[in-house]
């Protein structure tokens, strides 16, 4: 166990808030241990870690004042899997998701949206999990994602790999991400979009850039491009622009959040929707999470970089706070060209890299 993770296996046994991230591309593990177990409220602190819900609801920060930062450098990254479980197809699962997808083609077909995320959760019984393996092999696993582990005992201990900026934010700059439609990817050459994925990411993005354009002089995008993520392939467009005033950060993010790549468009319809038919609470899944006024690699303050909490998963611990269970979110976005038996697939799809780390 590196000197990092004995750090966090102290900071755990004691009870107390940490969290450990590695960002896109980069062999740096970021960590901040809280000194106490408060609760901090985002709009409460300057800088720190920020940890927010779908609903908006519930917006934490791990703050840099309360806490020690430390930073070490990733190594033993290949990881190989051998005798994977096979998860067996839950058909009850199968037939609630696709019924779901079922109601949502009908509002869809009735003009109440034009796109609804829906989203389901897997319960994984875990037998011997370590968290310093699980982590490496996330990293190992999505290169290119944001990979992380929060915990608070009065929030919870969540993980991830998320494939998705939501804004990062600095001086009068501000970039992000619209991304959409799924694909299992052998080939990124060979990799062909149906029209319904075409038009499901020109949704998340229209949405994006005609925000922007309200609070921004300048505006740019690039052509959409497939972006892959472990196993998994999606269409990317990067987009950019120049606000037209330092305006307050929290406002912006209010407005973006939830995008139409986690919610729906339009976006109040569409999360009605899925807090009254999804039948579970998303709580921090497809929320954002990430640095909040500072770069912790650079220290550089003023910037934010920040990410959906995609492809995440929530542990669960018995009485003697052994990890023996872990709650997987997954989900899809639907409009007039979604079959429902695909989208189900795909959640499997997004489902099998983490299942096989698991």
């Not at 593990?29 to 908006?56: H, M, P, W």
């Not at 959409?180 to 060979?190: F, I, P, R, V």
């Not at 986690?262 to 569409?270: L, S």
């Not at 990430?290 to 912790?296: A, C, H, I, L, Q």
Request: hydrophobic share 35%.
């Amino acid at each position: 166990m590196s000197v990092l993770f004995q750090k966090i296996a102290e900071q755990f046994n004691s009870k107390l808030p940490f969290v450990f991230y590695c960002k896109p591309n980069s062999d740096k593990i970021i960590a901040l241990f809280q000194k106490n177990d408060e609760l901090f409220l985002l709009e409460d602190a300057s800088t720190g870690f920020a940890f927010v819900s779908f609903d908006n609801e519930k917006k934490y920060l791990i703050p840099e004042k309360h806490s020690d930062v430390y930073v070490e450098t990733v190594t033993n990254l290949d990881y190989v899997f051998s005798n994977s479980k096979e998860y067996i197809t839950d058909t009850t699962a199968k037939d609630n998701f696709e019924n779901l997808v079922k109601k949502a083609l009908q509002e869809i077909e009735n003009g109440s949206f034009e796109k609804v995320v829906l989203s389901r959760k897997e319960l994984i019984d875990l037998d011997n999990f370590q968290l310093e393996l699980v982590f490496k092999s996330l990293v190992s696993n999505y290169p290119t994602a944001f990979n992380y582990c929060f915990y608070h005992p009065k929030v919870g201990f969540w993980m991830g790999a998320t494939p998705e900026q939501f804004v990062k934010i600095e001086n009068k700059i501000i970039k992000t991400v619209a991304l959409a439609g799924t694909q299992l990817c052998t080939d990124l050459q060979k990799v062909r979009w149906e029209e319904k994925e075409i038009k499901e990411q020109q949704t998340v993005t229209d949405f994006i850039v005609n925000l922007l354009q309200t609070i921004s002089s300048e505006v740019t995008k690039s052509e959409p491009y497939p972006f892959q993520a472990g196993s998994i392939v999606h269409i990317k467009t990067d987009i950019e622009a120049t606000l037209n005033s330092q305006l307050d950060v929290p406002k912006i993010i209010n407005l973006l959040h939830p995008t139409p790549a986690v919610c729906g468009f339009p976006k109040e319809t569409a999360k009605e929707f899925i807090l009254k038919n999804e039948g579970y609470e998303r709580e921090f899944y497809a929320g954002y999470l990430g640095e909040w006024n500072k770069d912790f690699l650079t220290y550089k303050e003023g910037t934010y970089d920040l990410f959906v909490n995609l492809r995440c998963m929530k542990l669960g611990m018995d009485s003697k706070s052994k990890v023996t269970q872990a709650q997987l979110f997954i989900g899809c976005g639907i409009n007039s060209g979604s079959d429902p038996k695909k989208e189900f697939l795909e959640t499997v799809n997004k489902s099998h890299t983490i299942k096989k780390i698991l």
